[in-house]
């Protein structure tokens, strides 16, 4: 078999590994959404209760980003994605065997630490093991995990919620009733220790990044893992870019705020809150209260759920195909203009008294497609190959954590957004706060499509030296 044969299945390998902190991310947020009302029930909780259960693993997921990027760069990025697992682990089996409520909401803080460091890590990661001329594709992969744990949390959860209403089940008695019948939610939320449990076991396998060991001094085994994926002589040449690049660094995390590289902590920080106050998530968490505004019935509009979730996975598959052929800034060009589009049509047809759930459904079905080949893949990819090697973990950690705030306002504001603006108000407040992403993409975002993460870095480097305002490459 030819060596670039082998290097590509062996980083192709490496990447599905550290894709299944995405898989993680997207089946941990999501699994709640089955168990909600039997928690609820369960411990008579009162909406604020109720909200703090369903909010408490995103106070992990922020603490966990917070300090995920220092950590990373301290003691490298495999022993804090194996801790991203160790704390997946954990929190499925402490929600699982939970006491009382209090139990599970640290349970469900300790996973959200572990969503936290795995969606900075885990695109890092293989962004600095990628080659240049398949990165985008490569990290895409990241996304596609997520959508598909999403998907899998909703047919788990039903496929659950049936197994516990089996007639062989019901005669059970003791723990097996417990968890498997009449607190089914300890299962639901206990399924997640078993890809949890793969995931540590396969990090154990991966490399450290050599990148990382190359800024830490150790280029003799970062040279022999860069071997593995390119010809030795691009590798070497890697190694050598690296250190000239490092040779120009000057100061610590303050870099970020001077000259170029100032603009890539820009670009980072605002894309990630952008994608998230798009109102993909208001779509994937509340969708059937959305439909079911459109006159659906609950079960059409929990149907029409497990569609939605049908078409993330199936466009984020045009993302990882085109990502590295097209380039970063066609498609999210492309995916933006689409997004903002479907927003503004499913605002005209919520504000219309002849809503038709097809109609509505197929403007929902854009917005999720055209969100899933450009915005949710596109921001992984940037964010974790625009920063300068030396700080790169914490600047990565700077830009998820915005995404994550993001995350928090849209999950907070949107049921009271539903009420006040109702749902055509709500939509055109998500299309306005898009639009600041078609400027990014057009006059700011420089293309990173095949270049490897050295040459983005001069890039910047230059930028700094010659121009510190800016101009965009062009």
Same mark, same amino acid.
């Given at each position: 078999?030819?060596?670039?044969?082998t290097?590509?299945?062996?980083?192709?390998t490496?990447?599905i590994?550290?894709s299944?902190?995405g898989?993680l991310?997207g089946?941990d947020?999501?699994?709640i959404?089955?168990?909600i009302g039997?928690?609820?029930?369960?411990?008579?909780?009162? %909406?604020?209760?109720?909200?703090?259960?369903?909010?408490?693993a995103l106070?992990?997921?922020i603490?966990?980003?917070?300090?995920?990027g220092v950590?990373?760069?301290?003691? &490298?990025r495999?022993k804090?994605?194996?801790?991203?697992?160790?704390?997946?682990g954990?929190?499925?089996i &402490?929600c699982c065997?939970?006491f009382g409520?209090?139990?599970?909401v640290?349970?469900?803080?300790?996973?959200?630490?572990?969503?936290?460091?795995a969606?900075?890590?885990?695109?890092?990661?293989?962004?600095?093991?990628?080659?240049?001329?398949?990165?985008?594709?490569?990290?895409?992969?990241?996304q596609f995990?997520?959508?598909?744990g999403i998907?899998?949390s909703?047919?788990i959860?039903?496929w659950l919620?049936r197994?516990?209403q089996?007639?062989?089940?019901?005669e059970?008695s003791?723990?097996?009733h417990?968890?498997? #019948?009449?607190? #089914?939610w300890?299962i639901?939320? $206990?399924s997640?220790v078993?890809?949890a449990?793969?995931? =540590?076991?396969?990090l154990m396998?991966?490399?450290?990044s050599p990148?990382w060991?190359?800024?830490?001094g150790?280029?003799?085994a970062? =040279?022999l893992i860069?071997?593995?994926i390119?010809?030795?002589?691009?590798?070497a040449?890697?190694?050598s870019d690296?250190?000239?690049?490092l040779q120009?660094e000057s &100061?610590?995390f303050?870099?970020l705020?001077?000259?170029?590289?100032?603009v890539?902590l820009?670009i980072?920080?605002?894309?990630?809150?952008?994608?998230?106050?798009?109102g993909?998530n208001a779509?994937?968490y509340y969708?059937?209260?959305?439909?079911k505004?459109a006159?659906?019935?609950v079960s059409d %509009?929990l149907?029409g759920q497990?569609i939605i $979730?049908?078409?993330?996975?199936l466009f984020?598959?045009? %993302?990882?195909w085109?990502?590295?052929?097209?380039g970063?800034?066609?498609?999210?060009?492309?995916?933006v203009?689409?997004?903002?589009?479907?927003l503004?049509?499913i605002?005209?047809l919520?504000?219309?008294?002849?809503t038709?759930?097809l109609?509505? /459904?197929?403007?929902?079905?854009?917005?999720?497609?055209?969100?899933?080949f450009?915005?949710?893949?596109v921001?992984? #990819? /940037?964010?974790?190959e /625009?920063?300068?090697?030396k700080i790169?973990?914490?600047?990565v950690?700077?830009?998820?954590?915005?995404?994550?705030?993001g995350?928090? /306002?849209?999950g907070?504001?949107?049921?009271l957004?539903?009420e006040?603006?109702?749902?055509?108000?709500?939509f055109w407040?998500?299309a306005?706060l898009?639009?600041?992403a078609?400027?990014?993409a057009?006059?700011v975002?420089p293309?990173t499509?095949g270049r490897? =993460?050295e040459e983005i870095e001069?890039?910047w480097l230059?930028?700094q030296?010659k121009?510190?305002?800016?101009?965009a490459?062009?």
């Amino acid at each position: 078999m030819p060596a670039s044969a082998t290097g590509s299945r062996y980083v192709n390998t490496l990447a599905i590994i550290a894709s299944l902190g995405g898989f993680l991310f997207g089946y941990d947020t999501a699994v709640i959404s089955g168990t909600i009302g039997f928690v609820s029930t369960q411990f008579q909780l009162d %909406a604020s209760h109720t909200g703090w259960y369903v909010s408490s693993a995103l106070l992990g997921c922020i603490a966990g980003v917070s300090v995920a990027g220092v950590l990373s760069d301290r003691y &490298g990025r495999k022993k804090l994605l194996i801790l991203s697992a160790l704390f997946f682990g954990v929190s499925a089996i &402490g929600c699982c065997f939970a006491f009382g409520f209090t139990d599970l909401v640290i349970y469900r803080l300790v996973g959200g630490v572990g969503i936290g460091v795995a969606s900075m890590l885990s695109p890092l990661y293989i962004s600095e093991l990628s080659p240049a001329h398949k990165r985008g594709r490569l990290v895409a992969l990241y996304q596609f995990a997520i959508t598909i744990g999403i998907l899998s949390s909703y047919f788990i959860n039903a496929w659950l919620l049936r197994l516990s209403q089996n007639g062989a089940l019901l005669e059970t008695s003791g723990i097996v009733h417990k968890m498997m #019948v009449s607190e #089914v939610w300890r299962i639901m939320l $206990g399924s997640s220790v078993v890809p949890a449990l793969l995931f =540590l076991f396969l990090l154990m396998f991966v490399p450290e990044s050599p990148r990382w060991l190359t800024i830490n001094g150790d280029e003799r085994a970062a =040279l022999l893992i860069l071997s593995r994926i390119v010809p030795a002589e691009e590798a070497a040449r890697e190694i050598s870019d690296i250190r000239t690049n490092l040779q120009q660094e000057s &100061g610590g995390f303050s870099v970020l705020f001077r000259g170029g590289f100032r603009v890539a902590l820009i670009i980072g920080v605002s894309l990630a809150f952008l994608t998230q106050v798009s109102g993909i998530n208001a779509i994937i968490y509340y969708g059937p209260k959305i439909l079911k505004e459109a006159g659906l019935s609950v079960s059409d %509009a929990l149907g029409g759920q497990v569609i939605i $979730g049908s078409v993330n996975v199936l466009f984020t598959l045009v %993302a990882i195909w085109k990502i590295d052929r097209m380039g970063r800034r066609p498609l999210l060009l492309a995916g933006v203009i689409g997004i903002i589009t479907s927003l503004v049509m499913i605002g005209f047809l919520f504000l219309s008294d002849t809503t038709s759930f097809l109609t509505l /459904l197929v403007f929902i079905l854009l917005f999720i497609a055209c969100f899933a080949f450009s915005y949710g893949p596109v921001i992984w #990819v /940037l964010i974790s190959e /625009l920063f300068p090697a030396k700080i790169r973990g914490q600047a990565v950690s700077l830009a998820t954590l915005s995404l994550w705030i993001g995350t928090a /306002l849209v999950g907070q504001l949107t049921p009271l957004l539903l009420e006040k603006l109702k749902p055509a108000g709500t939509f055109w407040l998500f299309a306005l706060l898009t639009s600041p992403a078609l400027y990014l993409a057009i006059k700011v975002i420089p293309e990173t499509k095949g270049r490897s =993460l050295e040459e983005i870095e001069r890039f910047w480097l230059e930028r700094q030296q010659k121009n510190p305002s800016y101009e965009a490459k062009r």
